[in-house]
């Protein structure tokens, strides 16, 4: 069984940066598009920032960028997402999710298959 595992999530005051990090170790992680989600409380999951299968390119959602970066790591099967200059709004659960040979413009959380179980990230003002 698939399994995606995020850590790294707690609380920090705006303006300071966080990393998190979701390893797939049941995964062909190679052959996988990988994305973040967040979820706010009362408001639906929206795409925050995706990588496609190949490692060549990156999308990442108007509200977060030049704010966070995503990286992936092949030979660990585990991504990172950092994110700096954290506002309030940015409190959610964050989300890593994977397609087989997924794009970076795959924004739809329908289009992925396997999901982890979220990490909090509260950001105080």
């Known amino acids: 069984q698939v399994q995606l595992v995020e850590s790294g999530g707690g609380l920090v005051q705006a303006g300071g940066s966080l990393r998190l990090s979701c390893a797939a170790p049941?995964?062909?992680?190679?052959?996988?598009?990988m994305a973040w989600f967040r979820q706010a409380p009362g408001k639906e999951r929206e795409f925050v920032i995706a990588?496609?299968?190949?490692?060549?390119?990156?999308h990442s959602a108007d509200s977060v960028k030049g704010r966070v970066t995503m990286s992936r790591e092949n030979a660990k099967k585990t991504v990172y997402l950092q994110m700096n200059s954290l506002v309030p709004e940015d409190t959610a659960v964050y989300y890593c999710?994977?397609?087989?040979?997924?794009?970076?413009?795959?924004?739809?959380?329908?289009?992925?298959?396997?999901w982890g179980q979220g990490t909090q990230v509260t950001v105080s003002s």
């Open positions: 999710a994977a397609k087989p040979f997924g794009r970076a413009q795959d924004t739809t959380p329908t289009e992925y298959l396997y």
């Open positions: 049941g995964l062909t992680f190679r052959n996988y598009g």
């Open positions: 990588i496609n299968w190949s490692d060549s390119l990156k």
